[in-house]
């Protein structure tokens, strides 16, 4: 079986933790396109890197459609993305 790709190519599970304790932050976030559902990821994944660092991993959790008059109008994902704690910020 080949072994799973994330954005980018990366390869799942191949990502180093960026804090000493491993921790990471989760946080979802909810895209719309007009187009389709991997064009929904795309936009979403790219203002996550716009705004967040040290992005581990984007997983899909959910796919789901917006229908008008018979039509499907919007294509929604909700993406949960995984990102380490930058401990330069911390306090001591």
């Known amino acids: ?3 799973a790709e994330g954005y980018k190519g ?3 599970g191949t990502a180093k933790s960026a804090t000493p304790t491993g921790v990471t932050k989760l946080i979802e976030l909810r895209a719309e396109s007009p187009k389709s559902w ?3 990821v795309q936009l979403c994944v790219g203002e996550a890197v716009r705004t967040i660092r040290n992005i581990g991993e ?3 959790v959910d796919f789901s459609t917006v ?3 018979d039509t499907i ?3 929604r994902v ?3 993305v995984s990102f380490a704690i930058d401990d330069t910020l911390r306090s001591h």
Do not use: G, N
């Open 1 to 3: 079986m080949a072994e």
């Open 10 to 12: 990366e390869k799942k």
């Open 38 to 40: 991997e064009h929904a």
């Open 58 to 60: 984007v997983q899909v």
């Open 67 to 69: 229908v008008q008059d």
């Open 73 to 75: 109008t919007a294509f």
């Open 78 to 80: 909700l993406c949960r």
